[in-house]
């Protein structure tokens, strides 16, 4: 970067003056931090993307929430509270009841949405992991069939550009976005492009970002994803969407101590346990009440009925049905049984699938909607059954796999049965997750023929991704990428380092 052209000082003269100098260190400042700070990715061709056809739809919005369940959704049962919002998208949905995350955390499960293959394929499964370069992402074919490509969101992961996740986004804005670290200037960029410099970004700030987006690019074709971090630890909801009283001291508002929770869990009393789920949940009504702000601006812009609309998650949570905490370590029903909803344009109807079907089949069924063509092998997810065919039932073979803590797993279910096999203990857990969707009765030693056929199926995914490996020659490990001081901060205060 050149240096900014300052007056030459000459210390034997002695003649400048204290306010060019404090005017000179202010304006440096400006321009370092400025270029040090900014996350957007700008592609070289982004002020003249090529329109290569006439798009069939011509509008995209990928909705996440971060840490959902499946079933803190009331139109998916959830008797305690409502989500209206949610709940009005589904409306005009094909739901998904029984869709499944392809790994129990953040990186790898939005890895696998975006290049539409499990984690055993991409490995973006570590905090430092990095999306092989070698794969063409969602985003990427969206952009190069002549749509504009933005992404809006908060989650620090999702923020490290290093790890390759904004590939092919012309428009990547992901909060957290790094510290100025109190420099000069600071007050200045903070108060004329904080979008730039603000360490984190509430929902109703990234709503109010979407809805300003939105409304400057209405009249283009585009691909837009916006994800929001609540209700991700910390739970701290606004005090509003606090209704018991016993929770409304202010040092019971919020929860963040996930280490010491996650490291001793059964000394956590059944009061703290109900405040913590409490916590949660008001995070999710606030999150909804956001997500209506967003779908009332696209009907106020008239852009709603003919908006292709995906409302989904990358995990869920867990609150000791296993005896555990959070999220990253186990493959359990209550971390990858997600919510899944996608509003086809100018279509008003409810329709819910029973098929067992994978977030990573976003990708092509995305794909296919827009009739944009795309490399397919081994590995690719096939697209969703729209139609639905309640006679094939449970017929997918879903796979997922990749925990960030404890013991590497991976989990395959197919007709109702689910298999999870932990790779250094051995030890196998075969469910019926229809009758037993909590995953409370073990059928390993009952089924073992059936346990010996999902078994080999694990098996032959994890052989397909091995000639996927040596197919596209990116190696069998992915590069690593960097997380500098900043993030690592971050994530420590979400959980995710110690």
């Given at each position: ?260 929770v996650r490291k001793e869990p059964i000394k956590i009393s059944e009061k703290e346990r109900r405040r913590i789920r409490y916590l949660y949940e008001a995070e999710v009504r606030y999150v909804d009440d956001c997500i209506g702000d967003l779908i009332e601006t696209l009907k106020a812009l008239k852009i709603y009925r003919d908006t292709l609309i995906i409302f989904t998650s990358d995990h869920g949570e867990e609150f000791w049905e296993h005896n555990g905490f959070e999220h990253g370590h186990t493959l359990y029903n209550e971390l990858i049984h997600i919510p899944l909803m ?157």
């Open positions: 970067m050149a240096p900014l052209p300052f007056l030459i000082l000459k210390k034997e003269k002695r003649t400048f003056s204290v306010s060019l100098i404090i005017s000179s260190l202010i304006l440096s400042s400006l321009w370092s931090s400025f270029f040090i700070a900014i996350t957007k990715e700008k592609n070289s061709n982004y002020l003249n993307i090529p329109k290569k056809v006439e798009h069939k739809i011509k509008r995209v919005i990928l909705l996440t929430v971060d840490t959902l369940r499946y079933d803190v959704i009331s139109s998916n049962g959830n008797k305690k509270f409502r989500t209206p919002s949610i709940d009005a998208i589904a409306a005009d949905s094909v739901i998904f009841d029984n869709a499944y995350a392809p790994s129990s955390w953040t990186l790898p499960s939005f890895a696998s949405l975006f290049t539409g293959v499990s984690p055993a394929v991409h490995l973006t499964t570590k905090l430092k992991s990095q999306l092989p370069s070698s794969f063409t992402t969602l985003a990427e074919y969206m952009k190069d069939d002549g749509y504009s490509t933005a992404a809006i969101g908060c989650n620090p992961i999702l923020a490290m550009k290093s790890n390759n996740m904004s590939k092919g986004f012309v428009d990547y804005n992901f909060y957290p976005k790094r510290s100025l670290q109190n420099s000069i200037g600071e007050f200045i960029l903070k108060k004329y492009f904080w979008n730039y410099f603000v360490l984190d970004a509430s929902s109703e700030k990234i709503t109010e970002l979407s809805k300003d987006w939105l409304k400057k690019n209405r009249k283009k074709d585009f691909f837009l994803w916006i994800h929001y971090l609540d209700p991700h630890i910390p739970y701290s909801p606004p005090v509003k969407y606090i209704k018991e009283k016993e929770f409304l001291d202010a040092n019971k508002r919020s929860f963040n101590n996930v280490v010491k996608i509003k086809l344009p100018d279509e008003r109807i409810t329709k819910r699938i029973k098929s067992s079907i994978t977030l990573s089949s976003l990708f092509s069924t995305i794909l296919d909607l827009c009739n944009i063509n795309y490399q397919k092998n081994l590995c690719i997810e096939a697209p969703l059954p729209l139609n639905g065919n309640e006679e094939d039932k449970y017929n997918a073979e879903i796979f997922s796999s990749g925990n960030l803590y404890d013991e590497p797993k991976e989990s395959l279910i197919r007709r109702g049965y689910k298999l999870i096999i932990s790779e250094k203990t051995g030890i196998k857990e075969l469910y019926d997750i229809i009758d037993d969707p909590r995953e409370k009765f073990s059928l390993t030693t009952s089924y073992p023929q059936k346990v010996a056929e999902l078994e080999k199926l694990i098996q032959k995914h994890l052989a397909k991704a091995s000639i996927i490996h040596k197919k596209i020659e990116f190696g069998e490990m992915p590069s690593t990428a960097e997380i500098d001081a900043d993030t690592k901060k971050q994530l420590k205060a979400l959980g995710y380092m110690e």
